[in-house]
């Protein structure tokens, strides 16, 4: 794999894999012997990218690994399985209720990933379980949830306060958590949309995605692209892994899943995320999608994509932001969507609800009044984005 990054991240994607061969395991050997490391900053990087199981798994064995890094990882692991388990556990829980009382819905992202594409869960740390419902569906779904045991956060709180078409209008989702133990708790995001870059560029319905029962795998593909490519510009190497997984053993319609992504502007973001199937995974893919990788345009997409990836942390709010503008702007070959893209940037930051703090008193400007809030949260936007504009785009 030819790479321009620190020895670190090249470990981190050399122990991407289910079972080392021979082969790469002598690969792994002599670049350790020959590129020394920082391994605090190893296990830090592992930890951002959601790949301490595959590291653990790959490091034993290999040799001048010292004992207390591989129990370290060890640790860290066994945390992981355990939370992983009760999550799922409370999953198909949550599932079996909703599904009892006739309530349509999907997982999609960590929860649904774990439990149906990696070959063993823990291999795949789950973070907030998420669950898409018609809209039609959300108070009952919420109503549900607290007789569970499940609360709104303080945000979903102040929202249920107004009319309930003003809050399905102007939100697309509620947190809610469940204290388990100590300090612990299940968070569970509901969802009645999910957004791609914004809701006035395209969002997708629970009953769109049930019309295609027969493409559902392709559909949860259009959903991961839309969450880790375009919401999180593939900052993790976990989203290309995800990406792996979700199509490793698939019988993909390739045609109408490019036309379909074709259709929002997604496909650069999609070639992008199977470039690195195929660097890191070797995944094997049809001939005409694998001309489509060769072109230097994915490439050199694919290469500034990654670059994030030396970061030790999640990107700041505001550089993120302007992260997912640029790079959905470069992924565009038409003019027709780039102007979409900017139009719709513009206009979800305009027409948007907004909270205010008064003295201890939270206010809540729905989103239809958004243009009378556009110029103090356009100050407040200003001061965060003055340093993610003090550094170089890729």
Not at 145 to 152: K, R, V
Not at 218 to 233: A, K, R, S
Not at 260 to 275: A, D, I, P, S, T
Not at 336 to 343: N, P, W
């Amino acid at each position: 794999m030819k790479t321009n990054h620190s020895p670190e991240i090249a470990v981190l994607l050399m122990a991407c894999a289910l079972e080392l061969s021979e082969a790469r395991r002598e690969q792994l050997t002599q670049f350790l012997n020959q590129h020394p490391l920082n391994w605090s900053r190893l296990y830090t990087l592992a930890g951002r990218h959601k790949v301490l199981p595959f590291l653990y798994r790959t490091l034993q064995g290999i040799p001048n690994v010292s004992e207390s890094f591989l129990a370290t990882l060890q640790n860290g692991c066994r945390a992981i399985a355990t939370d992983n388990l009760l999550k799922l556990h409370q999953y198909k829980h949550l599932a079996k209720r909703l599904s009892d009382n006739a309530i349509a819905h999907i997982a999609f992202k960590g929860v649904y990933l774990a439990a149906n594409c990696y070959p063993d869960s823990s291999l795949r740390s789950i973070g907030d379980m998420d669950v898409l419902v018609a809209k039609e569906d959300v108070f009952k779904s919420i109503r549900l949830l607290e007789s569970d045991g499940y609360q709104l956060d303080q945000k979903s709180q102040l929202y249920m306060q107004y009319d309930a078409p003003v809050m399905l209008s102007d939100v697309f989702e509620l947190s809610l958590i469940k204290p388990f133990f100590n300090n612990s708790y299940f968070d569970l995001d509901l969802h009645w949309e999910v957004m791609c870059f914004n809701r006035h560029y395209k969002s997708f319905t629970l009953q769109e995605l049930l019309d295609k029962p027969a493409l559902f795998t392709e559909v949860q593909i259009i959903l991961l692209v839309t969450h880790h490519g375009i919401v999180n510009i593939w900052q993790t190497i976990n989203y290309i892994n995800d990406l792996y997984f979700l199509l490793k053993g698939k019988p993909i319609n390739w045609s109408w899943l490019v036309e379909e992504l074709r259709q929002n502007g997604l496909e650069q973001v999609f070639f992008v995320g199977l470039y690195w199937c195929q660097e890191i995974w070797g995944l094997a893919l049809p001939q005409f999608i694998e001309e489509i990788l060769a072109a230097e345009n994915v490439k050199s997409l694919a290469i500034a994509y990654e670059r994030n990836w030396e970061a030790t942390e999640s990107l700041p709010e505001s550089k993120l932001t302007l992260g997912q503008l640029t790079f959905f702007l470069k992924a565009q070959t038409q003019l027709s969507k780039k102007l979409k893209i900017v139009f719709t940037f513009w206009s979800s930051r305009v027409f948007i609800p907004s909270r205010f703090r008064i003295g201890k008193r939270v206010l809540y400007i729905p989103r239809q009044l958004g243009l009378i809030t556009f110029f103090i949260r356009g100050i407040r936007s200003l001061l965060r984005f003055i340093p993610a504009l003090q550094k170089p785009l890729h």
